[in-house]
């Protein structure tokens, strides 16, 4: 057999060994595994995972886990159920799919206003363990809601995400994705949001953990939407993050927003890939995209990548990515006053994120992350 | 004994020598005024003294209250009491004033083994001293000197001063590109802290601003060492000759006397 064969074996056997579901989701399953074996894992050949080897995951024979700690089966069929993240390109959105099985759902009904975050908190079962885990959002009609996604745990692992976010029209939608995976955990993670028109969504995305974390966020407009993808990694050792953007500009007078600020140290390795679709009839579309990093040592990686596919002719689009070094001169005004070396250093990185953290608007989010990061900083500038 | 002794100090910066044997000795409650053309070396010694890594001392020696200042990290002379008044301030982006300048006031107290400041001390302390200086509050939480005029930046670095309280303080340029009533301000705000036991050396270009900070010592400085020393009136000569009168050359002479 071969190594390709041989990795999906595994799978397979893991696949059938799963207890039988109602036909409609065994049906899915099916179709989806179906797609997975098909595509086999990526590798470095194909373009979308040029910079991110995925071999470290393929090779091990996890232990596919029915349960995860948050969500749960399924009585019925959910419409929006795997209808926006398509397991046609991506094979961890298949492996998914092939191993749904909890799902966790959150409705929000039209015109609902809920002022406490929602908060889903995935914490991994533990060593050489594989989850799948499921989310499904669903945003009514002018609704407002705050969504935080929790990603933890402990040991080697290997996490494999899909989130489907569907807004209503005219919805307000603050989403948060906090990554604090165990520095030997795999995770891979796709979120797939669809809205609708005039509602106006926000993303943040903050990667800390893992040794192997590729997240991929993508949305598609309608008209009159307006979207904020925002992005803070971070990087350490041989830590390896790849953040993957699509925005989709389906309809005209969209605007999108996306700012993804990474940190890197040691050896770690970072991707940055930021697809800006504007199609045909999407005309006033006003879109932008930045993104900045902050390398702090000589061995760190940063691919950053903009990709704008423009098809409408009366638009605007921008783009912008940048690569620096700690300000010698800002350390050196900081230690003139007295300031220490490294606390002048930690002072520094943590200006640099500063301007993603103050865009959180759940303020036990904010302050808790403002902990972590410091607490972050400070192993780095051992 | 004094606070400030320099011994035939040497500098470079990359492959050029800047600082060519420069000798000053500084007492507490001395104001030493240092002028010069441009490129006379008047920064950087001001960066040597603050510690600058950019610079490189090749020869000499720095004594500072009675060590070897040269042997210390920037951040130990700020705490042993040197202060350095930027030229060119620098703009920190996503650092507030306010939080910048509480860290710095706290570790030089404790340095010197005084109580830390909480948040009220702090604020009535920077409140009476932005009343020194004329300055917004709103500055307080703004990134430090991040969007500030080249005004407010000056008035940031003698607030800062004020507020951590040095013993030996040294003024970059600290009226380059003021107005006169900032710059009276500014001299306002230097005059109030002078005292007994602490030592100012001010570098500038032009000898209006030693009409507002009387200096007790004036020395000209050129092509990186000291020619001529003298009492205030020294200012006063090379306002009326220029430096041409001394003797010293300078391509930028014209400017300077604009």
Known sequence: ?382 | MSLLEIKDLHAKVADREILKGISLTINPGEVHAIMGPNGSGKSTLAQVLAGRELYVVTAGQVIYDGKDLLEMSPEDRAREGIFLAFQYPVEIPGVSNMYFLKAALNTIRKHRGLEEYDAMDFLNLVREKMKLMEMDQTLLNRPVNTGFSGGEKKRNEIFQMAVLEPRLAVLDETDSGLDIDALRTVAGGVNALRGPERAMIVVTHYQRLLNYIVPDFVHVLSQGRIVKSGGKELALELEESGYAGLGIEDDEEAVARV
């Open chain 1, 1 to 382: 057999m071969t190594a390709v064969s041989e990795q999906i074996g595994t799978w397979l056997a893991e696949f059938t060994n799963q207890p039988k579901a109602d036909q409609w989701l065994q049906h899915l399953r099916d179709t989806a595994f179906q797609r997975f074996a098909e595509l086999g894992f990526p590798t470095t050949h194909d373009e979308e995972w040029r910079f991110t080897n995925v071999a470290p995951i393929a090779r091990v024979a996890w232990a596919s886990r029915p349960r995860t700690s948050s969500g749960a089966p399924l009585a019925e069929p959910e419409p929006h159920l795997a209808k926006h993240a398509s397991i046609t390109q991506n094979p961890f959105v298949a492996l998914n799919t092939a191993f749904l099985n909890d799902v966790t759902v959150i409705r929000v009904p039209a015109g609902a206003v809920v002022e406490e975050p929602i908060e889903i908190v995935f914490e991994a079962p533990g060593q050489l363990q594989a989850t799948h885990p499921r989310t499904l959002v669903m945003v009514g009609a002018n609704a407002h809601c705050k969504i935080v996604e929790t990603y933890k745990g402990q040991g080697a692992y290997f996490t494999n995400a899909v989130t489907e976010i569907v807004v209503g029209d005219g919805s307000v939608v603050d989403h948060y994705k906090v990554q604090l995976e165990s520095p030997e955990a795999y995770h891979i993670a796709t979120m797939q949001v669809a809205l609708g028109r005039n509602a106006n969504f926000s993303s943040h995305s903050i990667s800390l953990g893992g040794a192997l974390v590729r997240n991929d966020a993508n949305a598609v407009l309608s008209e009159g939407t307006e979207a904020t993808l925002n992005g803070l990694y971070l990087a350490n050792g041989t830590q390896h993050i790849d953040n993957h953007t699509i925005i989709d500009h389906a309809k005209p007078h969209g605007t999108s927003h996306e700012l993804y600020k990474g940190i890197l140290d040691g050896k770690a390795n970072a991707v940055f890939n930021g697809r800006i679709i504007v199609r045909k009839d999407a005309q006033k579309t006003d879109s932008k995209q930045t993104n900045k990093n902050l390398v702090l040592s000589d061995d760190a990686v940063i691919n950053t990548k903009p990709e704008l596919q423009i098809l409408a002719d009366d638009v605007r689009c921008t783009h912008g990515a940048t690569i620096g070094q700690l300000d010698a001169e800002a350390a050196f005004y900081l230690q003139s006053r007295g300031i220490g070396k490294r606390e002048a250093r930690d002072m520094l990185t943590y200006a640099f994120a500063q301007d993603i953290l103050d865009r959180i608007k759940v303020p036990a989010l904010k302050e808790s992350l403002e902990k972590t990061l410091f607490e972050k900083f400070h192993e780095h500038a051992h």
